[in-house]
């Protein structure tokens, strides 16, 4: 009561003021209601569609992982797990701590809350150790053990010839190298290859090219692209085209990745990288090796090429991709029956089964591009089982198949009467490893 007329009195000025310079109708439009207001409405809607149109709706995404709207970058699994049952989580704590604090009372409320040790984003992954961290750890490991056995032998017989007939350790070391499967470096087998070797011409054209997939992914960087459809239209496929330039068939033969696979000790020394959707708007990673250190981004990515090779490429020549256990081809009656399906896990293994279905439609010179040693290996070992074959290996990351040397053997161990050329690419000069 004691304040009313004051604030009368600041209302009718207010109202006065108001009907001095504005109209009735200015008086109840809203403060939004003006044209800049307007305006930057407009503009940040055409955002928001063009947004949505260069990277989908991402309201319609139906699968069940954890995605950055923009990069397409999925995150670690732990990190998915977090955000999917850190309420529940939350939960079950808080309601852990009323029972057994407020009401069984069996836990003194002064004891402190362990705490919670989850994976966010702003939380490295645990790192591994160090191959001179482990191999200390080794060596006090060996220590404690010897010390151990001596002062044994001080009080009982003991006999180390007996004692050295086992195993002392975790994993044999003749197997094992700080627990993991000890390695070899199988290049160095080319290295005796080469020196049996003499120089040859290469062919200029082969009937049938066989390519290692996840080896041209690799030497095919991604430059002028800026998307994983800019990269199959402007790098891949032109690649493939002028592969097929100097063939009358392309095979690609890509990878593929299982859990359970005894290749994954060999891939998890090459790091780790970051996952990210691949499709045809999303933009191509600014560290191309370290996208292709995940599994699942390269199988994403080599069912996406697949397809694009297959669908994109209109030619009189014949184009056969692998993807997964199933081959696609470019003619639709092309008969696969005995390419398809495959459950080989690598590369390695299933361009060979290729070799023996180009020889039955009487092709007579292949060519196998690879960066791997297992190829020339067992190329080496199979070319003899086919009569009037040329078998090339075009062995080696080149960025193209120009050559400057050619090497010949004129014995490689193979079987009388079979000719069979086997060309080495290098980064510097092409190495011919021909099977006579």
């Known amino acids: 009561m004691v304040t009313g007329p004051e604030i009368a009195r600041v209302i009718d000025s207010f109202e006065t003021v108001g009907s001095d310079n504005n109209t009735g109708k200015d008086q109840v439009r809203h403060h939004e209601h003006t044209r800049s207001a307007q305006v930057s409405f407009a503009s940040e809607v055409r955002a928001l569609v063009q947004v949505i149109t260069d990277l989908g709706n991402p309201f319609m995404e139906d699968s069940g992982d954890l995605l950055v709207l923009d990069t397409r970058d999925i995150p670690d699994q732990a990190v998915a797990k977090t955000f999917r049952w850190i309420e529940k989580l939350g939960q079950d704590q808080y309601d852990s701590y009323v029972t057994q604090r407020l009401i069984e009372r069996t836990t003194p409320v002064s004891d402190t809350i362990p705490q919670n040790r989850l994976a966010l984003f702003s939380r490295p992954p645990t790192r591994t150790p160090s191959k001179v961290t482990q191999m200390i750890a080794s060596l006090k490991s060996d220590y404690a053990l010897f010390s151990r056995l001596y002062i044994a032998c001080q009080t009982r017989d003991g006999d180390l010839e007996n004692f050295f007939k086992h195993e002392n350790h975790a994993n044999p070391p003749a197997l094992s190298q700080l627990g993991k499967l000890r390695l070899g470096t199988k290049a160095d087998l080319t290295d005796c290859l080469e020196k049996l070797c003499t120089s040859e011409g290469e062919p200029s054209t082969v009937d049938v090219m066989i390519l290692d997939g996840s080896a041209i992914v690799n030497m095919l960087r991604p430059v002028g692209a800026k998307t994983f459809q800019d990269y199959a239209t402007l790098v891949f496929l032109p690649y493939i085209k002028a592969q097929l330039a100097k063939s009358n068939r392309v095979d690609i033969i890509w990878d593929v990745y299982r859990q359970d696979s005894i290749k994954n000790t060999t891939r998890e020394k090459r790091g780790k990288g970051v996952r990210r959707r691949v499709t045809t708007v999303n933009s191509i990673p600014g560290n191309w090796q370290e996208f292709l250190r995940i599994d699942d981004n390269k199988t994403e990515l080599f069912h996406f090429l697949a397809h694009q090779v297959v669908e994109n490429l209109s030619t009189e020549k014949e184009v056969i991709s692998t993807c997964g256990e199933n081959v696609l081809c470019s003619r639709v009656h092309q008969d ?21 279905g180009c020889s039955r439609e009487s092709y007579r010179r292949l060519l196998l591009r690879t960066v791997d040693t297992d190829v020339v290996i067992l190329a080496v070992s199979t070319v003899v089982q086919f009569e009037n074959t040329q078998l090339w290996i075009a062995y080696g990351m080149a960025n193209t198949f120009d050559t400057s040397q050619l090497i010949k053997s004129p014995h490689f161990g193979c079987r009388k009467g079979t000719s069979s ?6 980064p510097v000069v092409t190495r011919s490893l021909p099977l006579l």
């Open 421 to 426: 050329p086997m060309s080495t690419h290098s």
């Open 336 to 356: 696969a029956s005995s390419l398809a399906p495959c459950t080989h896990e690598e590369a390695d293994t299933r361009m060979f089964l290729h070799v023996p």
